[in-house]
């Protein structure tokens, strides 16, 4: 005849079984784990996981305003940019997000946008369309349809102080306007992360 434990004496056996597992192995943790008063050490980035060199986030921008362009025209888009200082050589990541419309012209209801990453002023990819280019048009009179866009670049910076911006151009001699807005939907994102 078996024996039937009863529910609160399981979980009495299971309490003195787990503390004696958990005294036995506390004898080979550090004492931050077994006595929380004593502060744990500041862990060091590892040099690798798995033999990758781990990324570090610098930071992020959104775009804070709206903005146009008409023809070749490279405008700072409001918002989309990073100060950040290196105190080494490395490599940075650099990507941007966002999606671009049209304001139709009199001539053209669709237009071509350029998106480039100007890395401490000097501006980076294809003279006329930089990182990135997107075609976009007037779905309607009255409304744009808008096109998701993505630029990426990597590039080594060496130590010191350095600033990430994020431009737009619109097509040359096309009267409509390139415009990506301000809001949540639509707004450029920035973001740098070394290695």
């Not at 036995?24 to 931050?32: F, I, W, Y």
């Not at 990453?117 to 003279?127: N, Q, S």
């Not at 009179?141 to 866009?149: D, F, G, K, V």
Request: hydrophobic share 40%; aromatic share 8%.
């Amino acid at each position: 005849m078996s024996k039937r434990l009863s529910w609160s004496s399981f979980i009495a056996a299971s309490l003195l079984v787990l503390g004696t597992a958990f005294q036995n192995c506390a004898k080979d943790l550090p004492s931050e784990v077994t006595n929380p008063s004593v502060a744990a050490p500041t862990p060091a980035a590892p040099a690798s996981i798995g033999g990758f060199k781990p990324k570090v986030r610098i930071g992020s921008a959104k775009q804070t305003a709206d903005i146009s362009s008409i023809g070749t025209n490279w405008k700072d888009i409001p918002g989309a940019a990073i100060s950040f200082t290196l105190e080494q050589k490395m490599m940075v990541d650099i990507r941007a997000n966002g999606s671009a419309g049209t304001t139709a012209g009199a001539t053209y209801g669709s237009t071509h946008c350029g998106i480039r990453f100007v890395i401490d002023g000097t501006p980076y990819g294809h003279l006329t369309w930089g990182d990135n280019i997107v075609g976009v048009s007037q779905c309607s009179a009255a409304a744009s349809c808008h096109t998701p866009w993505i630029a990426t670049r990597e590039i080594a910076l060496e130590p010191g102080p350095h600033t990430v911006r994020v431009q737009m151009t619109g097509w040359p001699g096309a009267d409509s306007a390139c415009h990506i807005s301000g809001q949540d939907y639509a707004a450029a994102r920035l973001v740098v992360e070394a290695f």
